[in-house]
Every structure is written in C-alpha cells, then in structure tokens.
C-alpha cells in the first residue's frame, strides 16, 4: 500500500487529504504488458507477406494479420476472415466475415482479399504455394487494377470466389499460411505496393509502437473475432537471443519476459528442465516431435559425392550426433523425414532398405576429401562438438553464413555453395500443401532436374488420396535411399509462459499466435 496526497480547492478554501491507494501485485504490473522474448531486432516495417524466409518472421506476422482460413489447436480446418467456405462446382466461395474492422473502423471485405491476393501475385513472394498458377495462369499483373480471371468479389463485397478448372483438396489448406495474408486496401501502397500502415491490420494484433531496435508493441483490436479481454492486450517484443543462445531463458527467470516462442534458441531440453523446476511459476506447451535435424546435401555435393560417399559422411555425422544429443530431454532419433502419422511415412521393407544400405557405407577415402558445412541454425551449442567430426573428417570446414542453401544466390551474395547443411526445421506433415511447396522450392527432395514443379503440378491434380500418398512416399523413399537427406534427430517444439497465463496452441504445428494464450 502507498499514501498520495490529494490538495482540493473548493469555494476558495483548500484542503489537504491523505489518501491510501492499493498498489498492484507484481504480477498484475506484469499482466499489463505481456513481454515476448524475440530473436529479431528490426522493426515492423521490414516485416511482410510476401518475404518470409525464417520462422520467427512467420510469428510477427500471423499475430497481426488474419487468413480466409485456419487451424483450430486440433488441427481443424476452420474459417477465419471468412466465416465460412464451400466449393460451388469447381468455384470456392469464401463468405467474409460481416464485422470486420481494423482499429480505426475501417471494414474488411472480400476486396481486401482480392487487393490481397494481387499484390502477392505482383511482388511474387510466397513460398507455401503458388495460386497465381491456378487462378491466373500465364498472366501478368503489373498493378492491382489489372484483372484476374479466377477472383470475383460478389454480392456487395460479403463474398470472395476463386474459380478453378477443378476442385482441388489443397486449396483450403493452402489459404491458411500467412503468405496468403489479407492486407486492407488501405495499407497498401497502390503504386510501389509496399504495405505502409501496420496499424490498421486484419489480425488479432496491430502494431501500436515500433522500433527501429525491435522493441515494438502491440495492442489487441476489440474488433477482431480472436479477441478477448482474457487475452493479451499489450504485447512488447524483448529482442533476445542473438548473440546470448540463452538469453531469453535468463530474461523469464528474472521476470523480464513472460512468454519464450517455440522459435526462440532455447533448446527444447533446456526448457522442459526449467519447467520441471519452475512448475509453480511457468506453463509448457509441447507440440508432436516436428522439429526435425537433417544433413542436407546441395546440388554440388550431390554432384561431388557418390551415393556410397553421402551414406558414409550421413552415417558418421547422425552417430555423432545422437550420441551427443539422444542423452538429452526430448530428443529421439530420427530415421525418416516425415513423421509416420503424416501419411507420407516409409514401409518397413523401405526402412530396411535404406538402413542396409546406411551400415555397409564405410569409404575411407571420402574422409580425407575437403568437406565445406553450412550451419544454418541446427543447434546452439554444436560450435562445442565440431573436434569430433574433426577427428572423422580432417578437414572438413564448418561455416555460418546465415543464409538457406536453395534460397540464396551465391554470386549476389558472393558466397561458395557448400556441399551440404546442418539444419533444424518443421516437418509437421499432415498432406500439408504449404511445407511441400516451401520444401520443393528449396531443391530439399531428390528430382531431377526441373523437376520439382512438374511434381507438385501431379501431385495437387490427384483427386485419390492414397494415389497422392503412393506418390509423397516415394518421393521420401527416393530421397532418403539417395542419401540426399540424412535425418539426425527429432523434438518437439517447446515454449514457456509465466503464470497465470495458459496455452490454447496445437500439437501439430509450430506458430506462437499469442491470441492463443489467455487467462482463465
């Protein structure tokens, strides 16, 4: 309790009095600003779309913009700005939401989405799927006025139709990555269509303060449907993580940060220990096993490196590696690539096949050959292991550019492409369209040449499931039996929350919505 002192006039005469007010529990000061830890330091205007190349740009961005649809924490596939969707023949109808507005009223409509959906076949930017090629295909469009073939905006603006030759099984799920995001119209630039309001938003969030450090702040918009005064309602980024791996798990223990993303550089094992520390203090949300550590080998290496040469530097590599890391909390080895409730999991006959052909690799000769590594993110304390590859592979050469084989330019960027990468990454497949497509773009499976778009086009044109399936699992044979892909091990992904905050998130997908997070 504090005293202030309160001096009134009143007629003329003055009067002082001494008032006793509450001061708030620390917890509750707490409450008012909910405080994300967050490896990014730049602020929301480098923030979009239509660029997304690292999961924690994914998380800023669904936390302030909505799809046409998404998935519910079971893994259902629900409505979203629209609040219902059906096919009409081969016609998607979306009925957009009738109460829509961003902070400062102004409504969303299926105008929006079609402004939306123009912009990104325009700037060309997504990665979770290519709907330009079933809306409009072979056509150009240069500005937002240009039509179409395959948008309508119907009835007044309440509904949006995508028209395709055929039903397509992907389509729904597709909509739901947060490429596919719906900017109002008045965010836009029309001209250079760069958004330029990240205010008014169509997300559960809009940006309220930036920061050229990263230290930005969100506020909750009472118009959006996620909301509720359970949920957040001041949210500030603490950028954290960057140079300290351990940072954010330092920042929660001295109450500085009240909520660490299943994004952050804590390793799994570390988190779920301080959980069952802190079980008082602290709420943990697990997802499945998603998190998958992978060797990758790139175009060169494939094209250096003989079958029997990537089974015996994979062989050496995942004995390494899961004799270090298996000893930890939550981690498991991993044999395949996608989980086997996926749907594209291999057959026994097919593991055996692939495991025969992993433990007769022995080629000393590949030992002593040079071997460049890219670490692009596989785990924080791997810099500490390298003299045991060392003592295997001489001179193998560990880099960390920080770029994604597949996805840079190597002249532009004057880097050497390295023979293959260290990476963690999502494999939560559940015939989920948007990994495929992210995955397929980044030359991760074993095709040939050119032949990744030709793939996707066959597979999204098969109506059977089990015949789509046939395919996916043959395509992860081919690349594991190719050595292409070597899996190392697998986690869940893990996130921290301080009480009395619950988590409301999915087991089946790595985001951190933070409307998912509430109080009772």
Not at 166 to 186: E, G, Q, R, Y
Not at 364 to 386: G, H, P, Q, Y
Request: hydrophobic letters at 40%.
């Amino acid at each position: 309790m504090k005293r202030i002192t309160i001096k009134v006039v009143l007629a003329g005469i003055s009067a002082i009095f001494i008032v006793a007010v509450m001061s708030k529990p620390q917890h509750l000061a707490a409450i008012e600003k909910f405080r994300v830890a967050f490896k990014y330091d730049k602020p929301a205007t480098c923030y979009d779309p239509v660029n997304i190349s690292f999961a924690t740009e994914y998380d800023f961005l669904e936390n302030i913009y909505s799809t046409l649809v998404e998935y519910s924490p079971k893994g259902e596939l629900v409505g979203s700005v629209a609040e219902s969707f059906e096919w009409v023949g081969s016609e998607a109808h979306f009925r957009i939401r009738p109460d829509l507005f961003t902070i400062d009223g102004q409504r969303i409509d299926a105008n929006d989405v079609e402004l939306s959906f123009k912009r990104l076949f325009i700037l060309g930017g997504t990665t979770h799927g290519d709907l330009k090629e079933v809306v409009c295909p072979n056509q150009e469009l240069k500005s937002l006025s240009d039509e179409c073939a395959g948008m309508q905006v119907r009835n007044g603006g309440r509904t949006f139709v995508l028209i395709l030759k055929d039903k397509s099984v992907f389509l729904f799920p597709m909509l739901v990555s947060i490429d596919f995001a719906i900017i109002p119209k008045d965010s836009m630039d029309k001209v250079t269509f760069k958004i330029k309001d990240y205010k008014n938003t169509s997300g559960p969030y809009f940006v309220s303060k930036d920061s050229s450090i990263g230290q930005i702040e969100l506020s909750a918009n009472p118009n959006h449907f996620h909301y509720s005064e359970k949920i957040p309602q001041k949210v500030v980024f603490v950028p954290s993580g960057r140079t300290d791996k351990l940072e954010s798990l330092r920042l929660f223990s001295e109450n500085k940060v009240d909520f660490i993303t299943t994004t952050d550089s804590v390793p799994p094992d570390v988190i779920m220990d301080y959980f069952n520390k802190h079980k008082e203090d602290a709420e943990l949300h697990a997802t499945h096993a998603l998190d998958t550590f992978m060797l990758i080998f790139t175009k060169r290496g494939m094209g250096i490196f003989s079958e029997k040469d990537r089974f015996t530097i994979g062989k050496e590599f995942r004995q390494i590696f899961q004799r270090r890391y298996l000893k930890k909390q939550g981690y498991e080895a991993a044999e395949q690539i996608f989980p086997a409730f996926g749907g594209g999991g291999l057959s026994e006959d097919q593991l055996y096949q692939i495991k025969s052909k992993m433990a007769s690799a022995d080629n000393d000769a590949v030992k002593k050959k040079n071997i460049t590594v890219w670490n692009v993110n596989i785990t924080n304390d791997f810099e500490s292991t390298e003299d045991e590859y060392k003592s295997i592979f001489p001179t193998v050469k560990f880099e960390k550019p920080g770029e994604i084989p597949g996805r840079v330019d190597y002249a532009a960027e004057k880097l050497s492409e390295p023979d293959f990468y260290l990476i963690r990454t999502d494999m939560g497949f559940q015939e989920d369209i948007n990994l495929l497509s992210y995955y397929l773009g980044s030359d991760f499976f074993f095709l040939p040449k050119g032949g990744a778009k030709q793939w996707l086009r066959k597979y999204i044109a098969t109506q059977d499931k089990e015949k789509r399936l046939q395919l996916l699992r043959e395509l992860h044979f081919q690349t594991l039996s190719n050595a292409a892909i070597i899996p190392l091990a697998k986690t869940p992904y893990t996130a921290l929350v301080r009480k009395p905050w619950k988590f409301n998130m999915s087991k089946f997908h790595a985001n951190d919505p933070i409307w998912r997070i509430s109080q009772k």
